[in-house]
């Protein structure tokens, strides 16, 4: 019995990470450069105060207003270097995952139009943009990409090559003197483009894109109105199957907010209660939070006029946004309360985390493999 004991000692102090080093490696970069607003939503809460120094965390999610332009670097030694430049009106979130071959680090775009600069990576690192309809996977590049609110998609390239694949697999390479384009429910296409016209052929881009939109926002609005309704019933009941642990849950809360965390026995445990209907949440998640922030846009436009009229037999545009007004509070209160769950666990996986649907099955749950019988 002694001899067990002291083997279970063992294997447990040397799973155990100091807790200060787990919770520093969760930053992951810091603003240098910042105009006018940005929120930044971490820990389900927005911070109170955001300014040029304000550190960056892994699963922050970020949202630029109407003029508000920020740059940031990201710091850590397991992503890229890499510097990003937010436009306004644009919302993304940081991602590192760090999985058997390597650390992905994944700027998940919903909106807006980000440049990204980012340096030659090592064998073990991999960097990726993911939008609602692609994947662009880069080794050191410059490039931007750029959202509409019909859901249009461009990737420009400076230097290097991006590879752009959407959810056939469809893959295309923008590279300087070429574009790739999918405008909504299209596929890829190239098209050509002078690099030093690469600016003015984007903003050309972009009112032309609008412009089409702005002549048929309806048709926009009900795609995404129609798809709102079926994931907002999916969405929350994959959210209360994950709460029926809720006390769990609320002992991470707790334990983040101390600044402790329970014994490697009881963190897997815990993990494998959670595992399966977090992954199936955040599956979910991933198209669900992209059409409800595609919502808050089209609602903008609909006050100014644009996407009067039915969105289905019974439901009109007025009554489906007066709907989402009353809803969407709640729904994004549980958003960022999985993005942080997903955090917490991450730090209790050895930053590893549940992937979400574009991603293959790399959820690092080894720990359910493991053998620790004596």
Do not use: H
Not at 69 to 86: F, G, Q, R, Y
Not at 298 to 303: I, T
Not at 306 to 325: S, W
Request: hydrophobic share 35%; aromatic share 10%; net charge negative.
């Amino acid at each position: 019995m002694r001899i067990r004991e002291i083997l279970i000692s063992l294997l447990l102090i040397s799973c155990l990470t100091p807790l200060n080093q787990l919770f520093a490696e969760e930053i992951i970069g810091e603003i240098v450069y910042l105009e006018d607003e940005i929120e930044i939503t971490r820990n389900s809460v927005a911070l109170d105060y955001v300014d040029i120094g304000t550190t960056i965390e892994n699963f922050d999610l970020l949202t630029t207003g109407e003029y508000g332009l920020a740059e940031i670097v990201l710091t850590t030694e397991d992503s890229p270097d890499t510097t990003i430049k937010v436009s306004p009106n644009t919302t993304f979130y940081f991602e590192l995952n760090q999985l058997k071959q390597g650390n992905k680090t994944t700027l998940g775009m919903i909106s807006g139009s980000v440049s990204m600069k980012v340096q030659k990576m090592s064998r073990s690192q991999a960097f990726e943009v993911r939008t609602e309809s692609a994947t662009m996977g880069v080794r050191g590049t410059s490039f931007t990409v750029t959202t509409t609110v019909a859901g249009d998609l461009l990737i420009t390239c400076e230097e290097g090559q991006v590879s752009c694949r959407d959810e056939g697999d469809t893959e295309l390479f923008a590279v300087p003197g070429k574009a790739v384009e999918k405008r909504t429910d299209e596929i890829f296409r190239a098209i050509p483009v002078a690099v030093s016209d690469l600016p003015t052929f984007k903003d050309n881009w972009y009112a032309e894109r609008l412009s089409v939109f702005r002549s048929n926002a309806l048709k926009a609005l009900r795609g995404y109105a129609v798809r709102y309704l079926t994931l907002t019933e999916n969405f929350n009941q994959a959210y209360s199957k994950l709460y029926r642990n809720e006390e769990i849950i609320s002992k991470w809360f707790k334990e983040d907010s101390n600044g402790t965390m329970g014994s490697t026995m009881e963190n897997m445990r815990e993990k494998k209660k959670l595992i399966g209907d977090l992954l199936r949440l955040r599956r979910v998640l991933f198209i669900f939070e992209r059409v409800y922030f595609r919502l808050q846009e089209l609602k903008s436009y609909y006050d100014q006029g644009y996407g009067r009229g039915t969105i289905k037999a019974g439901l009109t545009a007025d009554a489906f946004f007066r709907r989402f007004e009353r809803d969407k509070d709640e729904l994004g209160r549980k958003m960022a309360r999985i993005r942080y769950i997903t955090k917490l666990y991450s730090i209790r996986n050895n930053g590893s985390f549940p992937t979400d649907a574009f991603s293959t099955d790399e959820s690092g749950d080894s720990f359910l493999n493991s053998d620790f019988s004596f």
